[in-house]
């Protein structure tokens, strides 16, 4: 509230027709502001033994303490706790490597509560239309990498409806999908001609287990994994020889977050571990990769050319995500060795992930 006091006696009136979620990116100053706000803040908090930190939080029958599964690191920065419509949970940042976790997280077998009743229902109509958007909009960005699917394997892990291996089929290439709600399974496989879905793990279904793609894409699913390091080093073994791996999720360095901290659209109900271009990378590098490229995200209306902001707003806002490594998602290419880099990385900034 103070904030927004604060906001109006600063600009007047002069953003208010501009969308919450953009206006922290064209105001002048902001940036800086939310940057040192963040900066305050993880300086201020305390920093606990996990011991410690323990007798702090009650633990649920489905829920387990964690320590940094980037880097091992047991103490605790407690940070947020976000709610919402019957649910709530403690957000810990790592004080080493600067992770942001769900602690207590969730117990591996006991993921299946999170989506339990209805998670398929919304992923329909016009929900439908603006995820295929942004899919279009980030394979584009890693052009030529989705240009032309011929002859090649694609793997999309946690597939839902089939939103994407619609889109995937559509440009060629050898699809198929998995994910571990049967009825979601179902529906894609009823929207789908040549691409195929399957339930289960990818261990579970021999033709994936067998490995030999060229791209594994991961949709809004790398912040729902509990044990995402045994996941990454399973796609990296199911990688071909030059192959590539596809990463949309929430970007935990995004302006909203230091803005508007546990009221900010990542935290939702099922997401449990929240990364950075860092902390993605050290998964990456743990997990034998070779290389990583990044896409920042301006928002699917700036890049779609749909949004109401006028030509130099638009330009302040992408400087400003540039600057801030800020935007609210997060889009990843990592490259499986030095093949993928030679054949992929041509246009993009690839960074090396040394052992
Ligand atoms: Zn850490």
């Known amino acids: 509230m103070a904030y927004r006091l604060l906001g109006r006696l600063v600009y007047g009136s002069r953003y208010d027709r501009i969308p919450w979620a953009q206006r922290v990116y064209v105001r002048p100053g902001e940036r800086l502001v939310r940057e040192a706000q963040w900066q305050?803040?993880?300086?201020?908090a305390p920093v606990m033994e996990l011991t410690d930190y323990r007798r702090l939080r009650p633990l649920k029958a489905n829920e387990e303490f964690l320590a940094c599964m980037m880097c091992g690191e047991?103490?605790?920065?407690?940070?947020?706790?976000?709610?919402?419509?019957?649910?709530?949970?403690?957000?810990?940042?790592?004080p080493s490597c600067g992770f942001l976790y769900r602690n207590p997280n969730i117990l591996p077998e006991r993921l299946g509560d999170l989506y339990a009743t209805g998670y398929n229902s919304f992923l329909t109509g016009s929900y439908a239309a603006n995820r295929q958007r942004r899919y279009e909009l980030t394979m584009n960005a890693f052009s030529p990498v989705f240009d032309e699917g011929k002859g090649r394997r694609l793997l999309d892990f946690g597939s839902g409806a089939g939103l994407f291996l619609e889109l995937a089929e559509r440009r060629g290439f050898d699809a198929c999908g998995v994910d571990l709600s049967p009825e979601s399974v179902a529906r894609a496989n009823e929207r789908l001609s040549r691409a195929r879905a399957y339930f289960g793990a990818p261990e579970d279904v021999?033709?994936?287990?067998?490995?030999?793609?060229?791209?594994?894409?991961?949709?809004?699913?790398?912040?729902?994994?509990?044990?995402?390091?045994?996941?990454?080093?399973?796609?990296?073994?199911?990688?071909?020889?030059?192959?590539?791996?596809?990463?949309?999720?929430?970007?935990?360095?995004?302006?909203?977050?230091?803005?508007?901290?546990?009221?900010?659209?990542?935290?939702?109900?099922?997401?449990?571990?929240?990364?950075?271009?860092?902390t993605v990378r050290t998964l990456l590098r743990r997990a034998g990769f070779a290389g990583v490229a990044f896409a920042p995200h301006y928002g699917d209306t700036v890049e779609a050319g749909t949004t109401a902001l006028t030509r130099p707003l638009r330009r302040r806002l992408r400087r400003t995500v540039d600057l801030s490594d800020g935007g609210n998602m997060m889009r990843v290419l990592a490259f499986a060795d030095e093949e993928a880099i030679g054949r992929w990385g041509g246009a993009l900034t690839v960074h090396r992930l040394s052992r």
């Open 74 to 94: 047991s103490r605790q920065q407690p940070l947020f706790e976000p709610s919402g419509n019957g649910w709530h949970y403690h957000v810990v940042r790592c």
């Open 40 to 44: 305050l803040l993880t300086t201020r």
């Open 206 to 278: 021999p033709e994936i287990a067998a490995g030999g793609f060229d791209v594994i894409t991961l949709w809004s699913v790398l912040a729902h994994l509990p044990r995402p390091l045994d996941d990454f080093r399973g796609f990296r073994r199911l990688l071909a020889p030059g192959g590539v791996l596809l990463i949309l999720t929430v970007n935990a360095q995004s302006l909203l977050l230091k803005a508007y901290g546990p009221a900010w659209s990542g935290f939702t109900r099922n997401h449990l571990m929240f990364y950075s271009s860092w």
